[in-house]
Each structure stands twice: as structure tokens, then as C-alpha cells.
């Protein structure tokens, strides 16, 4: 158990007691002591593996940790929970939620989900979205649940008109969320959180269950993580300065946590390095321990990483070294333009393979937002280089996949209101906006939900009796599948509803090639919940659901398979905690990364160095730094400077293929034409020809309707409204649209 680990890391491993703290910088085997140390616990001190709670960043991370510690202490592993925030959370309120006043089938809503609660929140208050966007409240509604801000003390502090509205908008989408039977992302750690002060028998329960909990990844928890972890270990009595007892202590079970302040990458979520700092506040008595040595990189690469991050003011200098050698320098290249950067990115893995035997599934591409992510796979695929996306246009949030989900949803619990209203009318059944707003106005009138309202539609006032009927069919299907549904597994209960529904039929008689992808989509759903029965042989639908809802973009990483594996790409936010050989870091631009939004905000700009230094030591043996003099974003040519980033970088680590100072000028007059920029026919998708008035749907806007339409060939540009969504110009031939 203690094999291959140095003194301070062994130290941390047999650490009893008191809570630990490890802080260190990248490679340096944080996640590797998480391991180990569970491994001893089981191994050395008796612990049994249902005492244990590691909790990890990604569902990937966690299915990880658990295959190396089966293979130290074998299929007892089990009955350990290793898994993140989210997961460990879901499952204590399924057992408790009862107590908070949701049933045990409660909805999961992710955020497209509750950004539209939020959307039929604000069109009920009468809010103007230009003055007042649904998406803005639902991110100020997310920042309040991180810090534990209910809606009452929301309204409370408000104080400007603003405020107050946004706290109204809290507490009608709060209350719309339980009437649906629902919970939000952040409402899956707030109300763990809340059952355990409300109910300290519970509380307690865990605690005696969970005698020690591990945490990686420490420095991105954020306030409300924060606290839960310190609601289910435990803490000692805290007294004021005159000896009064502000909280009891109770019995503490054993905390370690891992992380590094330097790797801090969502802020934007609500992390905090407060965290840290207050950890030792609240743990008077913890013991911190130090990590110096990384394992991962070459000192080439290290240098380059401790450069960067030493830029960043108010941090603890750190000492990390490696003695893995200098390694081949960093290679810098300066790309024409996106394409070029891409070509470049894909030949250099050949010549890496040929003469280095550098496999596919060893390289990693790196890039700051995943829209980038398009002009890899164009020329990936024309190279023939098999890549795999991570994140990006996900499988989740594809409209029919949605649509399937929400029927199952529905099943599970039909109070789930926006699902129940996503597939009221898909696949077309003849009940229209107008009797939707009726069916609406007498729940509200009655006071019933939704889908009562649905059952009573003979009360609604002037609904025509062909949307009464569609309606009464509607609800006979749903009831049907109901009782039908009960003890089916969930593939056959899903194949059933496509049946039933006429879903599948209708894709089926379509002439429309997208239609046949969505036919794919659909059956990759169906077995997708083949396979967790395989996995789960008892598990429900519910279990299936919330399954699906917690799927973190890092677990599309594929599993390299002993074979040459495919090249990954990924932002730099979903590389956290992973490791590579070789490392691509593209589009280094000023205004690309760092992220415009950052270059006049010393805080943001901080953040995104400490992303630089997260993406820059995943690199193992190779690292390359590539931008473009040109680059095309919303269909406008830009011509960022390079990033300060790789100014930081001391220039004698890089080795350049180009000229570091190249421009857009001098790439223009000195080589031959740009590439060729993509066909205009992307992703398998063929180009819409619009007029002004058509309606439309985009992938990620949702439905619109065309202003006006410019240029030509590759370069028309719509504009569309995309009502809530706001007005966007789009380059039509790589816009994930689609004519209605
Ligand atoms: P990050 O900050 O990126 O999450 P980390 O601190 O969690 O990094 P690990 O991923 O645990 O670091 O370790 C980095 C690499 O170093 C891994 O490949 C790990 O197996 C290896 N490693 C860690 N400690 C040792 C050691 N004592 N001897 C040999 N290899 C080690
Ligand atoms: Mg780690």
C-alpha cells in the first residue's frame, strides 16, 4: 500500500485522526495519495468499505479511482461511494426527500430545463427580456443556491428594484420547481444541505455511516459543497472569546482533502480558495501537508507551467520540481489561420506516430471554448485522423434524445410540468399553444398541476372540441404507459413509448437524411439504458433518469483500449486532474484565451492563467503552442496578438516552427493562400436556405425566426430573433440550424 509513494506522500496516507489537508501543485500524486489512502484504510486500520465517501470532480475520475482500488482490495470496493458531489447528494435525497416534501421520484432538471422555468417565470411576471433575461436571473438564481442564499433571505436583502424582481423571479421559479416535484443542479447540494440542519438525525445517521470522507479536487468546491462537507463530518465546539458555546461539537469522522489553489478554474461557478482558508479556521486542530514533487511532467514543461502561474499575484509560492529529465523543448507554431492550425495539429500526430510510435489515444488537443472544436474534426476527418470529442454538442441535449428522456421523465412523475409540456405536442397531436394556455390558466385557476388540469380538460373554458379530444387521447396514452410501464425495464419501456407515440414511425416514413441520425440517436438511447440494466439488474426507471442527468462531459473520454486509441479533444476546463504524453494547446490568442471578457479584469484574467497552468501541466513529455494570425469567429475575419501566456513562457523553452511575431500581413504576402475554409456542408448537416420569416431551430438558441439574411456562399450571415434568446448573427454554413 505504501509502495511507490515518497515520505510526505506516505505521511499522508497513514495520517490518523485529525483532518488533513494536502495542498500541492500539479502531478504532484494528490489524487494518487486519495487512492492509496482509501486502499490503506481498508487494508491496514479494518475499515470497512461501506465507511468510506471519496468524492471526485467528474463521474470519470470516480469510475477511475474505484477500478485501482479494486484492484488493490477487490470486489469489496462496492459498497464504497466514490463518486462527485452531485451523485453522493442525489442519493441520500432519494432516500430522504420525503422529508423535505418531494417524493422519492423527484425530477432532476438540468439547465436547459430550469433556464426555461425561469423563461415561463418571467413571461408569467410580465417581464420585459430585454430589461430582465431569463438566462442572466437563472445564473444570479444558481449563484444564490452556491451560497446557500434561499429565496426568503434573497427578498430580505434585496434592496434595489432590480434585486427585488430578482428575487421575486426566485421564489415563483423555487415554488414552481416543487409544485413540478423537481429539483435543480444546485438544489441537489442546497437541499442535501438543509436536510442535514433541519434534521440532525439525519445528519448524524451519515456521519456514523461515513468515518471518513475524502474530497479531490478541494479547490473547486464552492461555498455550499463546502459547508455540506462540514455538516456531514462533523466539527468541534466552537466557543466565542468569552466561552459561550456557539454550536456544539460532535463526534468528528476523518476528513482529507486534496487540492491545489493554483488549478482554481471555476470561480465562475462560485468556487472558492475561501475554502481552503477557512479550513483551517474550522478545523483548528488539521494537519496540512506539503507535495513538492511532480511526477508528470518534464522539468522543460514544469518550467514553462511555474513561469506562467508565477505571474499570478497573491498566491503561495510554490517549490515544485521533477527529475524526469529537460525533455524535448516546447514547439511553438503560428498557424495562417484556424485551418492551417489544424493541419498542423493533425500532421504532426502522423510524424509523432511514424517516428516516435506515438499512439492516437496519447495526444490530447486542448482549446478554450468548445465551439472551436469544429474545425479539428473537419480536418480530422479529411486526414483521417480518429479523434473523439469531449463535451461539446452532447449527446443529452440533442432534441429527440430530449424528447424520448421527457416522456420517460414523465412516466416517472408527472407533475415533472416541463417535461410534461415539452411532449405535449411532439410528436404533432393537434393540441396547439392556444389550448396549452388553456390547459394552463385552469391549473392556475384551480390550483391543480399540470397534468391534472390535463385530466379535467372538459373544465378548461373554450376549448375546441378537437383539442379536447387530441387532449383526452393525450392523457389516455400517458396513463397507458403508466400501467404498462410499471416493472418494465427502462429500454423496453422506452422502445414502447417510441412505439406507442407514433415517434418512431414518423422518423421512419421521413425522406429527411437528419432524420434517420435521429433514428441512430434514439436507439443509442434505448441502449444506453440496456446497459445500465446490465450493470444494475434491479434498477428502476428513476434510477436510470437520474443516471442520465448526472453523465459529466468528462466521461466520453474513451477507455484506450491496448490499441492506438483515438486523439481527444477537449476544453481546458474538462482536462482537469487528466494526463496526456503529448499535449496540443491551440488558439494561444489574446482575446481567445485569455477569454476577451477577462483582458480588462485582473481577477478573471488570474483565473484564466491558473487555466493556462491547469492546461500546460497535463502535458507529460510534449507540449505544443499553436496559434492562428488569422481566425474567423462569427463569420468576421479577427487577428488576435498572440497570448500573453506564451509571453510568459521563458523563450528559450520553446522551439518555434515558425515565426513567433508572424501576422496576418506577413502570412498573407509570404505563403500561398489560406486553406480553403470548410465546405458548406458541416457534421453531416446540409445548409437551410432561408428567407427572412422562415422559423427555425438552433442547437443551443432553440426556436427562431430569421431578420434577415446577407452575403453570399460561404458567407451568408443571418440574423435571427431568437425571442428570450435575443437577436443573433450567424454564419449559415456552420450554424447548427435547422428550417421548420
Ligand atoms: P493534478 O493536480 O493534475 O490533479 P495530482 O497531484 O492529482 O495532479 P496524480 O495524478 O496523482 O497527481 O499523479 C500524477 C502522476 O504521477 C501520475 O501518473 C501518478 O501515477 C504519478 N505519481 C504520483 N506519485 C508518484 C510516485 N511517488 N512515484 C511514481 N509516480 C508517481
Ligand atoms: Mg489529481
Known sequence: ???????????AVIHHGSPLLIVAGAGSGKTRVLTHRIAYLLAERKVHPGEILAITFTNKAAREMKERID????????????????????????????????????????????????AMVCREMELDPKRYP??????????????????????????????????????????????????????????????????????????????????????????????????????????????????????????????????????????????????????????????????????????????????????????????????????????????????????????LSDEEG??????????????????????????????????????????????????LRVLANPADVVSMRRILNVPKRGIGDRAEAMIEALSSRERISFWDALRRADEAYGMATRSLNAVREFVALIEELIAKGAGMPPSALAEEVLVATGYRAELEASEDPQDESRLENLNELVSVASEFEEANPEGTLVEFLEQVSLVADADQIPDTDGGQGVVTLMTLHTAKGLEFPVVFLTAMEDGVFPHIRSLGEPKELEEERRLAYVGITRAQKRLYITRAAVRSSWGAPSFNPASRFVSEVPGQLIDWRTDPEKSAWSAATSRAPAARPAPAKSGGRTVPTLTPGDRVTHDAFGLGTVVSVDGVAEKTKVKIDFGSGGEKTLLLAYAPLEKL
Request: net charge negative; charged share 25%; with cysteine.
Open 71 to 118: 484492484k488493490l482490495v477487490g470486489p469489496r470496493s462496492k459498497a464504497m461511494w466514490v463518486m462527485t458531489f452531485h451523485s453522493a447528494c442525489m442519493r441520500i435525497l432519494r432516500r430522504e426527500a420525503k422529508r423535505l416534501g418531494f417524493p422519492s421520484s423527484f425530477s432532476i432538471y438540468d439547465q436547459a430545463d430550469s433556464q426555461r422555468l425561469m
Open 134 to 351: 431569463p438566462r442572466s436571473f437563472s445564473a444570479q438564481v444558481s449563484n444564490f443556491k452556491n451560497e446557500l442564499i434561499d429565496y426568503e433571505t434573497a427578498i430580505d436583502r434585496a434592496g434595489s428594484h432590480l434585486e427585488k424582481t430578482l428575487a421575486q423571479a426566485y421564489k415563483a421559479y423555487q415554488l414552481k420547481l416543487t409544485e413540478a416535484g423537481a429539483m435543480d443542479f444546485d438544489d441537489i447540494i442546497m437541499n442535501t444541505v438543509t436536510l442535514f440542519q433541519l434534521f440532525p438525525e439525519v445528519a448524524e445517521h451519515y456521519r456514523m455511516r461515513f468515518r471518513h470522507v475524502l474530497v479531490d479536487e478541494y479547490q473547486d468546491t464552492n461555498h455550499a459543497q463546502y459547508i455540506l462537507i462540514r455538516e456531514l463530518v462533523g466539527h468541534p465546539e466552537l466557543r466565542t472569546a468569552d466561552g459561550d458555546v456557539v454550536r456544539p461539537g460532535a463526534d468528528q469522522s476523518e476528513l482529507c482533502v486534496v487540492g491545489d489553489a493554483d488549478q482554481s478554474i471555476y470561480a465562475f461557478r462560485g468556487a472558492t480558495i475561501r475554502n481552503i482558508l477557512e479550513f483551517e479556521r474550522d478545523y483548528p486542530d488539521a494537519r496540512t501537508i506539503l507535495l513538492e514533487q511532480n511526477y508528470r511532467s518534464t522539468q522543460n514543461i514544469l518550467a514553462a507551467a511555474n513561469a506562467v502561474i508565477s505571474r499570478n499575484e497573491s498566491r503561495k509560492p510554490k517549490n515544485l520540481w521533477s527529475d524526469q529529465g529537460d525533455g524535448p523543448k516546447l514547439v511553438g507554431y503560428v498557424a495562417d489561420n484556424e485551418h492551417d492550425e489544424a493541419m498542423f495539429v493533425a500532421q504532426e500526430v502522423d510524424r
Open 1 to 11: 500500500m505504501l509502495d511507490g509513494l515518497n515520505p510526505q506522500q506516505r505521511e
Open 358 to 407: 506515438v499512439k492516437a489515444g496519447e495526444v490530447a488537443v486542448f482549446y478554450r471554448t468548445n465551439a472551436a472544436s469544429r474545425v479539428f474534426e473537419e480536418i480530422f476527418i479529411r486526414t483521417g485522423l480518429p479523434y473523439k470529442v469531449v463535451g461539446g454538442v452532447r449527446f443529452y441535449e440533442r432534441k429527440e434524445v430530449k424528447d424520448l428522456l421527457a416522456y
